[in-house]
């Protein structure tokens, strides 16, 4: 055996070498934040892992919700009288965002006390189970101030109804309602948008149940196209109300189809999740782009290129994928309704091997969680 003299200097190996040992880490989420735990030198040769938020055991009127975003921005709600900021994890920088509840008064006339008495939330952590949010921070900025002078970010909660979304930017008095186009309205009056993206100067929704999505001009909130549906997307449901997909709920072969809208760089891209028995069985992405006639649609892609991308409840992010492997998805699935339990599990997807791992499940304990599983990526 070779004694300790002559062990290698594993804290001494050149960064180059360093990287590619960490590219070949096991995921983004486990095998990252592993090799960063090694020492000081491995932890300095890569970048921050991205990590799984987990909800914390506590009690179930905890009024403190956050709800990580992009670029190491998250989205603080203090549930008891709706207030909420901007907050950078990394800085300590925060900005100013309206009321919740200013969103409310707009829309419907009244103004509640407290997110409790607002319909169908008997906790602070059920409010959450139907909100969404997005955020665009303008790239090139390294400052978090500076960057969030030009930020955008959008929201719907179920409490809404029929609006489409709302936005503001930072130093807003208040949210902006922004309404569904007509053809979006047909079906689905009673729905806003389940989920929403900024990209390119354009600000996406798709909403109700039909799968289709209304483009609008971001500074003057014209509608310049209406999207159809992906091809072949069947049995569309949203986590935003509650539909259930779980084999004691509804037939075990039955599939449905889950959306999460992600703006990279150089493309906005859908990602489509079948679900079965509650557990996703297959996954499949598209990318929006122009028709003959000059319109604007989804075509299917093998993969959206070298990046993971990471899907929660709450919001969509990414980063680059340095492997060249192509596209690899960190996927959360919870499904509730007020009939059954709550199941939380996540998997990671390679949409170049094809290969599906579950890497982690909330233990079904009956304990209540302050939040739901997120995912932060700085």
């Given at each position: 055996?070779?004694?300790?003299?002559?062990?290698?200097?594993?804290?001494?190996?050149?960064?180059?070498?360093?990287?590619?040992?960490?590219?070949?880490?096991?995921?983004?989420?486990?095998?990252?934040?592993?090799?960063?735990?090694?020492?000081?030198?491995?932890?300095?040769?890569?970048?921050?892992?991205?990590?799984?938020?987990?909800?914390?055991?506590?009690?179930?009127?905890?009024?403190?919700?956050?709800?990580?975003?992009?670029?190491?921005?998250?989205?603080?709600?203090?549930?008891?009288?709706?207030?909420?900021?901007?907050?950078?994890?990394?800085?300590?920088?925060?900005?100013?965002?309206?009321?919740?509840?200013?969103?409310?008064?707009?829309?419907?006339?009244?103004?509640?006390?407290?997110?409790?008495?607002?319909?169908?939330?008997?906790?602070?952590?059920?409010?959450?189970?139907?909100?969404?949010?997005?955020?665009?921070?303008?790239?090139?900025?390294?400052?978090?101030?500076?960057?969030?002078?030009?930020?955008t970010v959008m929201m719907y909660h179920l409490m809404h109804g029929r609006t489409g979304m709302l936005f503001c930017r930072p130093g807003d008095a208040a949210w902006t309602k922004v309404k569904k186009p007509s053809p979006?309205?047909?079906?689905?009056?009673?729905?806003?948008?389940?989920?929403?993206?900024?990209?390119?100067?354009?600000?996406?929704?798709?909403?109700?149940?039909?799968?289709?999505?209304?483009?609008?001009?971001?500074?003057?909130?014209?509608?310049?196209?209406?999207?159809?549906?992906?091809?072949?997307?069947?049995?569309?449901?949203?986590?935003?109300?509650?539909?259930?997909?779980?084999?004691?709920?509804?037939?075990?072969?039955?599939?449905?189809?889950?959306?999460?809208?992600?703006?990279?760089?150089?493309?906005?891209?859908?990602?489509?999740?079948?679900?079965?028995?509650?557990?996703?069985?297959?996954?499949?992405?598209?990318?929006?782009?122009?028709?003959?006639?000059?319109?604007?649609?989804?075509?299917?892609?093998?993969?959206?290129?070298?990046?993971?991308?990471?899907?929660?409840?709450?919001?969509?992010?990414?980063?680059?994928?340095?492997?060249?492997?192509?596209?690899?998805?960190?996927?959360?699935?919870?499904?509730?309704?007020?009939?059954?339990?709550?199941?939380?599990?996540?998997?990671?997807y390679s949409m170049w091997d094809c290969k599906l791992e579950c890497i982690y499940s909330l233990p079904d304990d009956g304990q209540v969680y302050s939040t739901k599983p997120s995912w932060f990526v700085s």
């Amino acid at each position: 055996m070779a004694s300790q003299e002559e062990q290698p200097g594993w804290s001494n190996l050149p960064s180059d070498l360093l990287r590619l040992i960490a590219q070949r880490s096991r995921d983004a989420v486990t095998g990252l934040a592993a090799f960063r735990s090694v020492c000081r030198t491995w932890r300095a040769a890569v970048g921050p892992a991205p990590r799984l938020l987990l909800p914390r055991a506590g009690s179930a009127s905890d009024p403190t919700l956050v709800f990580p975003l992009a670029r190491g921005w998250s989205i603080v709600v203090d549930a008891r009288d709706a207030s909420c900021h901007l907050s950078h994890l990394a800085t300590g920088a925060t900005a100013a965002l309206p009321k919740l509840t200013n969103a409310v008064r707009d829309i419907y006339g009244h103004r509640p006390d407290a997110v409790r008495s607002w319909a169908f939330h008997r906790t602070y952590a059920a409010f959450t189970y139907s909100l969404r949010f997005a955020i665009h921070v303008p790239p090139g900025d390294s400052d978090p101030l500076a960057a969030a002078a030009g930020m955008t970010v959008m929201m719907y909660h179920l409490m809404h109804g029929r609006t489409g979304m709302l936005f503001c930017r930072p130093g807003d008095a208040a949210w902006t309602k922004v309404k569904k186009p007509s053809p979006l309205q047909h079906g689905c009056l009673r729905y806003g948008f389940f989920d929403f993206v900024y990209h390119d100067g354009k600000m996406f929704g798709m909403g109700g149940t039909n799968g289709q999505m209304a483009v609008y001009d971001a500074a003057t909130l014209d509608v310049l196209h209406v999207v159809g549906a992906p091809p072949d997307t069947n049995n569309l449901v949203t986590k935003m109300y509650d539909m259930t997909t779980r084999y004691d709920v509804v037939p075990k072969w039955k599939v449905f189809s889950y959306v999460h809208l992600v703006s990279l760089p150089s493309k906005l891209i859908l990602v489509r999740v079948s679900v079965k028995s509650c557990v996703p069985v297959a996954f499949s992405i598209f990318e929006l782009g122009s028709t003959p006639n000059g319109g604007l649609a989804w075509h299917k892609v093998v993969d959206a290129g070298n990046y993971e991308l990471f899907l929660d409840r709450h919001h969509t992010t990414f980063r680059e994928n340095v492997s060249n492997i192509g596209t690899q998805i960190h996927y959360v699935h919870d499904d509730y309704n007020l009939l059954v339990p709550l199941v939380t599990s996540v998997y990671c997807y390679s949409m170049w091997d094809c290969k599906l791992e579950c890497i982690y499940s909330l233990p079904d304990d009956g304990q209540v969680y302050s939040t739901k599983p997120s995912w932060f990526v700085s």
